[in-house]
């Protein structure tokens, strides 16, 4: 049974009339009535009742329709996703990222690209930098966002967004005011760090930055995650440097401020398997471009 062969019976039961079907189909009378009978032999039933007046559907022919029509369309589907498919957008995109990206325009960006790719199921997967490379290397995610981390040959980075980092103080904080912080205001401030299994990179950028400003943070409270950080700061216990990003929370027990002098930056970096080549994973970046 060819795809061909359904088409030109369906044209047929569609239309009752051998001519109309061959116009609409673009074939002579002839090789039409000639493939019908064929494709009936092939079967071993007979699907139209035929008169010179009138072509009427058999009980087989009836049921063939309904079935026929079934196929093309799936047919047509198939085509249709295979065509879409090469141009990236059909299909499941699995996502690492650090928690700071959610601050970064990451859960936006999926809600557009989903809206207006219904083909398209992105699938995010929240993770520190090892993880994400470890799910890289194990082909369970196919792009991670990450902060700097030592990275094997076969992971290939690149630098996505780059922002300062900010001073997150209570609102309450006789510093809150200020337009810019000198960090050795800080010296006697009890501080709010991840620990450095977490991001060790981060952790020693902000206690090698202390120490060049004259002090060494007196750590009080540790957090895994940035948005834990900056609660902590909202219940006054104590301040931390935070990325830019995490001003987006629009938190009413906290303020951000820069600081007067801001010798490092937080960076995302973006994370794929050496010699990936996504559609799907381009078509993405699109609607994730930094600010």
């Known amino acids: 049974m060819e795809l061909r062969q359904l088409r030109y019976f369906v044209a047929v039961a569609e239309e009752l009339h051998f001519g109309r079907a061959a116009r609409r189909l673009f074939i002579s009378q002839p090789a039409l009535s000639f493939d019908i009978r064929r494709f009936e032999e092939q079967l071993g039933v007979k699907l ?5 007046k009138a072509v009427a559907l058999t009980n087989a022919g009836q049921v063939l329709l309904g079935e026929a029509r079934q196929l093309l369309q799936q047919a047509e589907d198939v085509a249709t996703l295979t065509m879409q498919s090469a141009h990236g957008l059909v299909g499941r995109l699995r996502i690492g990222f650090v928690n700071s990206m959610l601050y970064r325009g990451l859960p936006e960006a999926v809600q557009k690209f989903e809206a207006e790719h219904a083909a398209v199921e992105i699938v995010l997967k929240e993770m520190n930098t090892a993880e994400q490379v470890r799910a890289l290397q194990q082909l ?7 902060h700097w981390g030592h990275f094997p040959a076969e992971i290939e980075t690149q630098t996505w967004m780059s922002e300062a980092f900010l001073c997150c103080l209570p609102a309450n904080h006789k510093l809150a005011k200020k337009r810019r912080i ?6 006697h401030e009890p501080f709010i760090l991840f620990p450095r299994g977490v991001s060790p990179h981060y952790h020693d950028q902000i206690i090698a930055t202390c120490v060049e400003a004259g002090f060494s943070p007196r750590i009080r409270h540790e957090a895994r995650l940035w948005q834990t950080v900056v609660t902590m700061v909202e219940f006054q216990m104590g301040v931390a440097l935070v990325p830019q990003a995490l001003a987006r929370t629009d938190s009413r027990r906290a303020v951000f401020v820069p600081l007067a002098r801001n010798p490092f930056s937080s960076q995302i970096l973006r994370l794929t398997r050496a010699g990936s080549q996504l559609d799907l994973a381009q078509s993405f970046l699109a609607a994730l471009r930094p600010e």
């Open 140 to 146: 369970q995610i196919d792009m991670g966002f990450a």
């Open 182 to 187: 000198d960090l050795r205001q800080l010296a």
């Open 48 to 52: 139209l009742e035929r008169s010179n």
